[in-house]
């Protein structure tokens, strides 16, 4: 059973700019779908973004044309190039595949974008 590891969160300003990292504790080669989701205070986990084995990509309206979602299967990582953001990008950011795991959640990645 793989287990997901995310970093790369952090405090930035609005309009500015952070790429998370997923590492995965074995191979994601087999999966077909890897995704992207989040936690803002208060609220759902939600879908956010996913990638194909084939490097096709899904985005929700809200981040699309903002966040960039890769995989490296050799590496059996996930990326997400999170660009422009915005104070409603605050959350916590996890990966898992798609449709989710219930039983692999990572401990996620905590983003605020703040002034």
């Known amino acids: 059973?793989?287990?997901?590891v995310e970093s790369g969160g952090?405090?930035?300003?609005?309009?500015?700019?952070l790429r998370l990292s997923c590492a995965a504790s074995g191979?994601?080669?087999s999966i077909l779908?890897?995704?992207w989701y989040r936690q803002a205070p208060g609220k759902?986990?939600?879908?956010?973004?996913?990638?194909?084995r084939g490097d096709a990509t899904v985005y929700v309206d809200s981040v699309k044309g903002r966040f960039a979602i890769s995989r490296d299967n050799a590496k059996n990582t996930v990326h997400l190039?999170?660009?422009?953001?915005?104070?409603?990008?605050?959350?916590?950011?996890?990966?898992?595949?798609f449709p989710p795991d219930p039983t692999t959640w990572g401990q996620g990645t905590q983003v605020t974008v703040s002034s």
């Open 1 to 4: 059973q793989v287990q997901f």
């Open 10 to 17: 952090g405090l930035v300003q609005p309009g500015g700019s």
């Open 27 to 29: 191979s994601i080669d």
């Open 33 to 35: 779908n890897m995704g």
């Open 44 to 52: 759902q986990r939600e879908f956010i973004a996913r990638s194909t």
């Open 81 to 97: 190039q999170m660009d422009r953001l915005k104070p409603e990008d605050t959350a916590v950011y996890y990966c898992n595949e």
